[in-house]
Structure formats: C-alpha cells, structure tokens
C-alpha cells in the first residue's frame, strides 16, 4: 500500500481541483483545534514521488482508505455537541451576568439613591438574578465537570434533565418580557441618569456593541438553543446508549418550553394588538384576554337584506369570533360600534355570486348570517382564506375534546372513588377536559382526575378527596368530582394572588411551618409565621401571624445562598439567605429549630423538592407554636 504522501502527490498531479479540496479539509481541521495529519508539504506536487507512482488502479483503491481518515466518528460527533453546549452556556453566562451584575445592579444602585423607583427596575429585570443564580452556579459547573469525564461518563441527558424542573423561572421571565421592554422605553426618554447608566455600561467591550434590550432577549432564545442541541445530540446517539432515556426525557420538555418561548414575542405583540383593538371600540368588549388571539381586520361593504345597498362596516376576526363593527366619527383616531359578536363555533363561509355588487360572499353563524362585499376579488379571497382556516383550527381543537369523551368507560355518580377509573390519555387532548383552556407545559400541564380519568389543568384539578378505591386515601380529584364526593360547593369569584392565600390553609399540609424572627436587609426585626407549604415547595410564605388571609411577602426559594455563620449584632440561632442585592435574615426561637429550617431550605434552593425534617422519628412541620396555632384555627 502507497504512503499518504505518494498518494496524494500523485492526486495533486492529476487533478486541478484536489489542492483546493485539501486545503479546505486543513482549515478545517485546523480551525477545529486539532493537530491536522496532514501538512501542505505533504500535499505539494513531488515530481520525484509522483514518478513512483505508476499504478492508477491502486490509486483509486486508496482513494476510500483515504476519505475515511477525514470522516468524523460518532463518538468524536457526541463529544463536539457536548462541547458546544458547555461553549455556548459559558456565553450565556457572560451574558446572565452582565444583566444582573452590571445593568441590574447599577441600576438598583442608582434606584436606591431616589433618583427614580425602585421597583421600576425589578420591573425590568424580573427574575433575571435566579436564573443567573442557576446557571452560574448549578448547570454550568455540571457541564464542566462533565467534559473533564467525558471518557468515563460521555452523556449530557442527565444533567440536562436538572434543567427541566426550573422551566417556569424562564415562564416568568418570558411572561413578563414586553412589559419589561415597554418600562425600558419608557424610563429610557423620562429620565437622564437611567439613559446615561445604559449608555454607559452599553460603551463597555464586554457589552459587544449591542444594546441592553438585545442582551435581555438571550434567556428567551436559550431554551430553544437547548431543544436545537439536543435533538442534534439525539440524531447521533445509539438507540441503545444508556443516556437515551434521560435525553428523550429532556428533549420531551424542553422542546414544549422552546416552543412556549419562540411564542412568546408574538403573544405579546398579540396582547397589545387586543388593547388596541380594546381602545378603537370604546373600551367596552372584553376582549383582552390570552385565549383570544387576533386574526384579521379590515374594511368591508355589508349588502342590505332588501335594497341591496351597501354600507360601510369593520371586520375583526379572532380565533374564537367575529366582531361585526359600525365606523364612528371621531377626531383620536379610528372608533367602532361592535354590531354583532358572532362565534365561529357553528359559523360557516361561502363564495356568492350577485350580478350588482362584485366580490361577496356569506357569512353565516349561530347568531346571524351576513353578506358582505369585498374591495377587490384578492381582498375576497384573503378574507376567505383567514375565515376558512379560523374555522378549521377551531373544529380541530374542538374535535379533540369531542373524541377525548367520545367511548369513554364514564364512572357513575354512584361508583365515583369506588372504583379506579380509565384514565383519558394526554395525547388525546389539547385542552383541559373541564375549563377548555388549552394546555402548554409550562403554565398550564396536563393532570389526571383520579376519580373520573379526565385530563385537566392545575386549576381544575387543585382538589382533594378520600378515594374508596384508594383506601380512603386522599387523592387528586377535579372540581366537579370534589363537589360529589365531599358534597362542598365550591364558590366562584376573582381568583386570588399569590399573597392572599390564607395561613391557615396550610396548617395540615406544609413541609415546615412556624415563628421566625424576619429582617430584610438592615430593618428592624419582626416575628412572621413562615410556611413552607407542600404545593408550593419552593416558596417561603411569611405571614404576621398564622391566621392572616394575606401573606406580608413570598420568596422564591431557588437560586438563593444560605450563611449560618455566626454574626455578633445578630440574635441567637440566626441565619440568612440571599440573592444578588436582597438578602433575608432569619432568626429561630433554638439551636434544633433552626438547623430544621436550615435543612429544608438548604434542599429547596437547589430547585430539590424538600422532605419534612423529623424529630425523635416522628414528623414535624412547625416548631412550638404549632399548638398556639391549632387552638387559633378552631
């Protein structure tokens, strides 16, 4: 068999393009970071070599040895995305914490100083110092540690899979992002030394000459960088790696949070376009709202049941109506008078024909049957076309909540929680089976009734009840259900923020509960009752006292450091946790109390879902007061 060097001289004699071929492979090589096998040298013309190389046929055999010495193996593949991932999360990074630490914090700095309102720039921000908190000192230091183990540990499924539990900070932050851009925009033109502070850090090299509002739209670009990484990883890795599992299982989740993330900037942008639609009919139809979602507006004749005249009218099509509109004089720009609201469940469109008046066409719902003519047969067709598709999307929908109780094996009101029922698989459904609201994975998952088998939201599900079936045991059951089998009616009304749920509703069901000592920062000291409650595991709710209807804060645990070192100014049995500028100080009433506190919320700022600490092998969820608060409660 013939040298490389003989072979390729002798392909660099014959051919005038192999050169150009070989020199591209080096780069390649090269710009990858690897010792490159071959050298231009090698690859040169040889006249001398190339006069010992006679043989052509043999060339050509050489030819497929050749190529595969360039080719990639599968493992070499696995490890450049792995290495990429940790490449790009270093980036991320640099940039989570330009955000916190850089234009948060000076920002927070300046705020502090009244120069303008502090909560303006949480506002902004959101929750950017938790997911810094998470990535910079969780994800990234796994990903390292990793790629120094790769040989004996080559996956990624697993630590990727410690992503998923902290999706909902990136819903939060996504949620909350148009609001954050309109509060930028809008301090940016009200106040100097908030322009001047941006301005200022936006000079700096490590900004890269892009501005803060392109900075703050990485945590919304990431998740779906993740999803890009990880079905590349997957299209390489064997169906019977062990890491497969873990992979897919990431990928599952990550991918419906990409998606919700890649949506996010159009919901928004939707959102606005509800208010100002809101604005143009007077403030007067509740349409603002995230199930509606706008479709079309325009200009449209309405043709008279009986002159057959023509008069002006405005269309607005949503994915769930259409609103049938009178124009209105006004001097603050275009206004409307909402005629007919008609539902496109039931509505149907038709192409008519009318020798007087060109380009019409019906349309026809439960609530009237309008025909209505067009400006141009394009704007017929663009009409057409919007109503058409509407109505397809929504029977779709609808047709999947039809077939999810379409031959379903219904428990009887007389057999609810005797026995176990068929459960309405998830894939069968994409709304929740009792509210309608369609689900995601973020804010609104899939939950399964285990009375009935319904698929339904968290909200619809936020129940329990004794299951004969079960033991008796308490188990999650949907609202209808809970009526039933408890025979409590449940009572309607404005749903409750997050601080007014009431203390005493987790008096039997939280991980840790009682008095502490509270100082935020450098405050005066007072006693709160704090709960750590099941359903939320990863939030401390601090009250003033165990039956207040209204917690005074909460604090998102995750991301959160935690110092229990001694500090002579501080009480006995203190201890802190913080995050970026905010920092909690906590004092127990013991030594045992407070290495019990330590314990629970040592494990929720990792993202880990805490057990009750016990005491003497008993249970415990609160400290000494529990009694005090138990006799309150009755």
């Known amino acids: 068999m013939y040298s490389y060097k003989r072979c390729l001289a002798h392909w660099s004699h014959s051919s005038c393009s192999f050169n150009s071929v070989v020199n591209e492979i080096l780069q390649r090589e090269l710009a990858k970071g690897r010792e490159a096998t071959l050298s231009k040298k090698d690859v040169g013309i040889d006249k001398a070599i190339v006069r010992e190389v006679s043989d ?18 599968n493992e070499q593949k696995l490890f450049k995305i792995a290495s990429e991932l940790l490449h790009t999360e270093k980036a991320y990074v640099a940039r989570l914490n330009l955000l916190d630490q850089e234009f948060c914090a000076k920002l927070m700095e300046e705020a502090n100083k009244g120069t303008f309102p502090v909560d303006i720039v949480k506002n902004i921000f959101s929750n950017i110092s938790s997911i810094h908190a998470f990535h910079s000192q969780f994800l990234l230091p796994d990903l390292e540690k990793r790629m ?51 301005q200022e850090i936006q000079s700096q090299e490590v900004c890269g000459c892009l501005t803060l509002q392109h900075h703050m739209l990485e945590p919304v670009q990431r998740v779906p960088r993740y999803e890009m990484l990880l079905k590349d990883y997957l299209k390489k890795l064997p169906q019977d790696d062990p890491d497969r599992r873990d992979a897919e299982r990431s990928l599952e989740i990550i991918g ?40 079309k507006e325009g200009h449209i004749l309405k043709l008279a049941a009986r002159n057959t005249s023509a008069m002006e009218r405005y269309l607005f099509l949503f994915n769930n109506m259409l609103l049938y509109c009178v124009p209105k004089f006004s001097l603050g720009g275009p206004k409307y008078t909402v005629r007919t609201r008609i539902g496109i469940d039931g509505m149907k469109v038709l192409e008519t024909i009318n020798e007087d008046y060109p380009h019409t066409f019906q349309v026809s719902g439960k609530e009237r049957t309008l025909e209505l003519q067009a400006s ?40 609810l929680g005797k026995r176990a029922p068929r459960w309405i698989r998830d894939n069968e459904v994409t709304m929740c089976m009792k509210c309608k609201e369609s689900f995601n994975a973020i804010t609104r998952r899939r939950h399964h009734c285990r009375a009935c088998g319904y698929v339904v939201c968290w909200k619809c599900s936020d129940y329990k009840a004794p299951l004969e079936y079960d033991g008796n045991k308490m188990n999650k059951v949907c609202k209808d259900c809970h009526c039933i089998l408890t025979g409590e009616a449940i009572a309607e009304g404005k749903k409750k923020g997050i601080l007014e749920i009431e ?74 946790i913080s995050q970026s500028k905010s920092t909690h100080n906590f004092a127990a009433e013991s030594e045992e109390l407070k290495q ?10 990792t993202g880990e879902i805490p057990e009750r600490p016990e005491t003497n092998g008993s249970s415990v969820s609160d400290n000494n007061n529990t009694e005090e608060a138990s006799t309150d409660n009755t």
């Open 376 to 415: 141009s047969e394009q704007d017929k067709a663009d009409w057409i076309k919007a109503f058409q598709a509407t109505i397809e999307i929504f029977q779709q929908k609808n047709e999947s909540f039809k077939n999810a109780l379409k031959d379903v094996d219904e428990v009887s009101k007389a057999e």
């Open 148 to 198: 120094g183990e790769w040989d004996s540990k080559p996956r990624i499924g697993d630590i990727l899979q410690k992503l998923t539990p902290f999706l909902k900070m990136y819903a939060e932050y996504v949620k909350n992002f148009d609001k954050a851009m309109e509060l930028l925009k809008q301090w940016t033109d009200r106040s100097p030394q908030f322009k001047a502070i941006i």
């Open 503 to 576: 203390a005493g509703q987790f008096a039997d069901s939280s991980i840790m509960c009682g008095f502490l000592q509270h100082s935020e920062k450098s405050k005066i000291w007072q006693k709160c009752w704090c709960v750590i409650p099941e359903k939320e595991s990863l939030v401390l709710y601090l009250y003033g006292a165990p039956q207040d209807v209204k917690a005074q804060c909460t604090i998102p645990l995750v991301g959160y450091s935690v110092d229990d070192t001694t500090r002579p100014t501080d009480p006995p049995a203190s201890f802190r």
């Open 56 to 73: 052509l046929n043999q060339m050509q055999e050489f030819t497929y040895v050749c190529a595969l010495s360039f080719q990639e193996t």
């Open 596 to 605: 019990r506190w330590l314990k629970v919320i040592r494990v929720a700022v």
């Open 256 to 295: 419906t949070a990409a998606t919700h993330s890649n949506s996010a900037i159009r919901k928004s942008e939707n959102l606005k376009k509800l208010l100002e639609i809101y604005e143009m009919l007077g403030e007067e139809e509740d349409i603002v709202n995230p199930s509606n979602e706008f479709i």
